[in-house]
T-cell receptor, first 113, second 113 residues
Framework: AQSVAQPEDQVNVAEGNPLTVKCTYS??????LFWYVQYPNRGLQFLLK??????LVKGSYGFEAEFNKSQTSFHLKKPSALVSDSALYFC???????????FGRGTQLTVWP | EAGVTQFPSHSVIEKGQTVTLRCDPI?????LYWYRRVMGKEIKFLLH????????ESGMPNNRFLAERTGGTYSTLKVQPAELEDSGVYFC???????????FGDGTRLSIL
């Protein structure tokens, strides 16, 4: 069975500091992993994906994610946080059935000035 | 290009009534998905269309939910009769191919009183 866990409901970080939003997954077969961001009253915006290849994936707005197969993790990172990064972040994995995404519960990121 | 659009953005109805949600995918996207997020919980898959055909409807909660995609363009999701537990945000997403990132609409916030 496919599943995603985001162990932290909230992450707080000061502007300019590095940020990490954690995600672990369980999937049969090769994982196809995604990060999405949601701003208030908006839909989910695609940030980045891991399909295969380099374990460090670069995405939009300076975000990157590190795929770790042995730890079944796909943590989202940014070297220097901005106040405008404050939003709800979702990790997702594509299941064995083509297309369908399984989401984590989301992590609310707050970056304070 | 225009993004995924959903209508209405909000709907408040009474238990037992009928509501129809509409989704217009990005032009040319054959794959269309419906998801739902109940307050504070993870986003859950409802179903997946490929053109006008239902590829996967395993996430539909019960037979009060009916999804259609006539002509393979826009899709509707009808809830009849609505129950209190149907409240939540309904998201629609589309992609060119199943392995491509899904693009989400802003969602319809459905409140059942």
């Amino acid at each position: 069975a496919q599943s995603v866990a985001q162990p932290e409901d909230q992450v707080n970080v000061a502007e300019g500091n590095p940020l990490t939003v954690k995600c672990t997954y369980s999937v049969s077969g090769n994982p196809y992993l995604f990060w999405y961001v949601q701003y208030p009253n908006r839909g989910l915006q695609f940030l980045l994906k891991y399909i295969t290849g380099d374990n460090l994936v670069k995405g939009s707005y300076g975000f990157e994610a590190e795929f770790n197969k042995s730890q079944t993790s796909f943590h989202l990172k940014k070297p220097s946080a901005l106040v405008s990064d404050s939003a709800l972040y979702f990790c997702a994995v594509r299941g064995s059935t083509l297309g369908r995404l399984y989401f984590g519960r989301g992590t609310q990121l707050t970056v304070w000035p | 290009e225009a993004g995924v659009t959903q209508f209405p953005s909000h709907s408040v109805i009474e238990k037992g009534q009928t509501v129809t949600l509409r989704c217009d995918p990005i032009s040319g996207h054959d794959n269309l998905y419906w998801y739902r997020r109940v307050m504070g919980k993870e986003i859950k898959f409802l179903l997946h269309f490929v053109k006008e055909s239902k590829q996967d409807e395993s996430g539909m909660p019960n037979n009060r939910f009916l999804a259609e995609r006539t002509g393979g363009t826009y899709s509707t999701l009808k809830v009849q009769p609505a129950e209190l537990e149907d409240s939540g945000v309904y998201f629609c997403a589309s992609s060119q191919a199943p392995h491509q990132p899904q693009h989400f609409g802003d969602g319809t916030r459905l409140s059942i009183l």
